[in-house]
């Protein structure tokens, strides 16, 4: 199994089971846990990306790497664990938790209240928080936000492991 798949694996199931355990625990509705577990995904996201390329690097290309490969590398390990995020997303949603979408759309509300945006004002944004909150629409989101958090994080470790072979010719 090359790299970028075994490290895609991890960085799509990882957080995946983060999840399911939380969910476990009973502790999926709480924002405080909510707000725990995107910072541990988060830096199960930097981990497997940073070991994932420096693999690439050390145990494939012989301990060089360029900085374009590093990040291809990385963008690949992101591509394939996005995708297995987002079908453990779906899962979730239609399975697992299934009323987790209206929860979230009551946290919505309750943090309107909470900063002291009029009732009026609340009733009017309500529908369009419903029309963001479909589970096509937190879908996409999901994708999209992966991707370009996945893709800073590679950003950023492919500058750090990037080591050009000194026995290259430059042309």
């Given at each position: 199994?090359s790299?970028t798949?075994?490290?895609?694996?991890?960085?799509?199931?990882?957080?995946?089971?983060?999840?399911?355990?939380?969910?476990?625990?009973?502790?999926?509705?709480?924002?405080?846990?909510?707000?725990?577990?995107?910072?541990?995904?988060?830096?199960?996201?930097?981990?497997?990306?940073?070991?994932?390329?420096?693999?690439?690097?050390?145990d494939?290309?012989?301990?060089?790497?360029?900085?374009?490969?590093?990040?291809?590398?990385?963008?690949k390990?992101?591509?394939?664990?996005?995708?297995?995020?987002?079908?453990?997303?779906?899962?979730?949603?239609?399975?697992?938790?299934?009323?987790?979408?209206?929860?979230?759309?009551?946290?919505?509300e309750?943090?309107?209240?909470?900063?002291?945006?009029?009732?009026?004002?609340?009733?009017?944004?309500?529908?369009?928080?419903?029309?963001?909150?479909?589970?096509?629409?937190?879908?996409?989101?999901?994708?999209?936000?992966?991707?370009?958090?996945?893709?800073?994080?590679?950003?950023?470790?492919?500058?750090i492991?990037?080591?050009?072979?000194?026995?290259?010719?430059?042309?």
């Open positions: 199994m790299n798949v075994k490290y895609g694996l991890f960085y799509g199931i990882l957080p995946a089971v983060l999840m399911l355990i939380i969910y476990a625990l009973g502790m999926n509705r709480e924002m405080s846990v909510q707000n725990y577990t995107q910072w541990i995904s988060l830096a199960i996201y930097c981990a497997v990306l940073f070991l994932g390329i420096r693999a690439e690097r050390d494939v290309l012989g301990g060089y790497i360029k900085f374009g490969k590093a990040f291809g590398t990385g963008f390990i992101v591509l394939i664990g996005t995708v297995i995020g987002t079908l453990m997303s779906l899962l979730y949603f239609i399975v697992i938790d299934p009323g987790y979408r209206d929860h979230l759309i009551l946290l919505q309750q943090k309107m209240i909470d900063s002291g945006t009029p009732p009026e004002q609340i009733e009017a944004s309500m529908p369009y928080v419903e029309k963001f909150m479909t589970l096509p629409m937190m879908m996409v989101f999901s994708v999209v936000g992966s991707l370009l958090i996945g893709s800073v994080i590679t950003l950023i470790s492919s500058a492991l990037k080591k050009e072979d000194p026995n290259e010719m430059v042309g």
